[in-house]
């Protein structure tokens, strides 16, 4: 016996709501928006030092020497709310350097990783780069993006061997 | 929307405010989700890709399986992280309107909202799929002999234009 399908055509709710009388113009509505979401920079930029204090201890629970997938995996949604505020409000440095945790962190979990130093060397590169820490020179920069993929081509290695 | 990121949830709420769509709920799990949808009435479900409590397929088939039809044909616009890029092709599958890549942009939310609401796509209800028509591309639907490209080299292959501003 076939298999059924059914196709139908759906009253769109959405745009019926949206055509109502009144309303703004696309010019009007980004502004809008853009400025409110200017409105909280100060604050969600002010939370993320405390944002990467979060996986620090995170990581530094208990002393530990090794560090789970569970944990990991932990590690990962909360930095993706580091990039959600790094790629919203600008901070190019920071937004590059928590990427390249993420695909560390990623690679540890599909490998069985579980050193705590790759992630604490990320982490304290965070630190380097986060909102009003100390201005540091692009040549810097690029040094520790070089030294952060350095470690990352090791553990890879290290998986491939 | 439902989003466990409080960042992400206060970024596009203050987006949709923007937009003039002040009336909007934020929660953080799937099972309120659930809950909320069964006794309200939505026009709109944003959700990030990566649920605390169920799997965002899930969600999305519950929602498109459901027989309220204003629950079922409701679109839905997911936004995913940079982690999760490259997974969400179960939600895909699974039925939903849109994905969009976070951090959401207020122009990108626009233009996805925008798109949710003056494209009208059929609703594909088969035994392992059910979720707007996935061919919105007008040539997508090839049918019959010459399918390919290269056989309508001067044919007009563009996309349909974008929505355009009110």
């Known amino acids: ?161 | 929307m439902v989003d466990h990121d409080r960042f992400s949830t206060g970024i596009v709420s203050q987006i949709l405010r923007g937009f003039g769509l002040s009336n909007h709920i934020i929660i953080g799990t799937g099972k309120e989700a659930k809950k909320l949808l069964a006794g309200g009435r939505f026009h709109l479900l944003i959700s990030e890709s990566l649920l605390p409590d169920m799997k965002l397929a899930d969600l999305v088939r519950w929602i498109r399986r459901h027989t309220d039809t204003k629950i079922r044909y409701m679109p839905v616009v997911v936004l995913t992280g940079y982690t999760q890029f490259s997974r969400v092709a179960h939600a895909r599958d699974a039925g939903v309107s849109s994905v969009v890549r976070k951090p959401v942009s207020p122009t990108t939310l626009f233009d996805h909202v925008l798109y949710a609401a003056r494209t009208e796509r059929p609703f594909i209800d088969a035994d392992d799929f059910a979720g707007p028509d996935r061919r919105f591309r007008p040539h997508d639907a090839a049918a019959g002999l010459n399918r390919r490209t290269s056989d309508h080299a001067a044919d007009d292959l563009s996309l349909p234009p974008s929505p355009a501003a009110p």
Do not use: W
């Open chain 1, 1 to 161: 016996m076939g298999s059924k399908c059914i196709i139908t055509e759906v009253p769109n709710r959405l745009g019926q709501l949206l055509r109502k009388r009144g309303g703004v113009s696309r010019g009007l509505a980004l502004k809008a928006a853009t400025m409110n979401v200017e409105s909280l920079r100060e604050e969600f930029v002010a939370a993320i030092p405390g944002e990467i204090a979060a996986l620090e201890a995170i990581l530094t629970a208990g002393g530990r020497q090794r560090i789970t997938g569970a944990d990991l995996d932990a590690m990962l949604r909360r930095a993706g709310q580091i990039l959600t505020l790094s790629g919203t409000y600008g901070f190019d440095r920071l937004d590059t350097v928590v990427k390249r945790f993420c695909d560390l962190v990623m690679g540890m979990i599909e490998n069985g990783v579980e050193e705590v130093a790759p992630v604490s060397v990320h982490l304290r590169a965070m630190r380097l780069v986060t909102p009003g820490a100390a201005e540091i020179s692009e040549a810097a920069v690029a040094q520790m993006l070089a030294g952060l993929a350095s470690v990352r081509a090791h553990f890879d290695r290290a998986k491939d061997a």
